[in-house]
């Protein structure tokens, strides 16, 4: 019985031991800490799907980049250096990585609920106002078959484009800026609002911060 004990101890105490040498060599891009709490974006977004959402997508994805990128021209690379340059599951990961931290890091409980300044000032000369820039949003969130993101970005001038990418796609693939995203996978809102994918986007925009949004322009 003690022989017992002491083996599994000593399987137990390798086991970490293993690991934990693992970690420190795998390691390098790490799960982004949220400003705010779960439950902080209810009802828009409800606690268990941030829980879900942040802390195991998001968390897988890492994982996975980390050890995908372990003996490639990868490993010390940057994350947007890799989306640009990667294909396959390194770049799946990657993308996924980048999107969901520009996508998590834009919502606030308190934010300031409309663009003002010079993005202000793009939006209303390209779409005419907000809530025209607002319907086009969200109607081309809705219009993505399968998963993906809707974005707004700008290019090298400053001028602004709404587009849709599918999967882990990101438009600085495509030389742009991403400055907002809606996730339109359906883990992003299947739990709080199942299949209403235009209800989830409509209520999105009580949650965007556009002070963020207004940082990355
Ligand atoms: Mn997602």
New binding site residues.
């Given amino acids: 019985m003690i022989a017992a004990i002491m083996s599994l101890s000593l399987l137990l105490f390798c086991n970490n031991d293993i690991k934990l040498t693992k970690n420190e060599s795998v390691m390098k891009f790490e799960l982004i800490e949220l400003p705010y709490a779960a439950d902080a974006l209810e009802p828009v977004i409800g606690k268990q799907t941030i829980e879900i959402?942040h802390g195991k997508?998001?968390l897988a994805y890492v994982n996975n980049l980390n050890n995908l990128i372990q003996g490639t021209q990868f490993e010390n690379a940057d994350l947007e250096t890799i989306v640009k340059k990667s294909d396959g599951a390194i770049f799946n990961n990657a993308g996924?990585i980048l999107?969901?931290n520009l996508?998590f890091l834009q919502f606030s409980p308190t934010g300031s609920r409309k663009p003002t300044g010079r993005l202000a000032e793009a939006i209303n000369a390209t779409w005419g106002s907000f809530e025209n820039f607002q319907k086009e949003f969200e109607a081309t969130g809705v219009g993505l078959f399968g998963s993906g993101w809707v974005w707004l970005s700008s290019n090298g001038q400053g001028k602004l484009l709404i587009t849709k990418e599918f999967n882990a796609e990101n438009p600085i693939t495509k030389g742009l800026k991403p400055l907002l995203t809606f996730?339109v996978?359906e883990?992003?809102y299947y739990l709080d609002f199942q299949n209403r994918r235009a209800d989830h986007l409509k209520s999105l925009w009580t949650i965007v911060d556009w002070e963020v949004i207004e940082s990355r322009y």
């Fill in positions: 959402h997508h998001l996924q999107n969901h996508y996730d996978w883990h992003a």
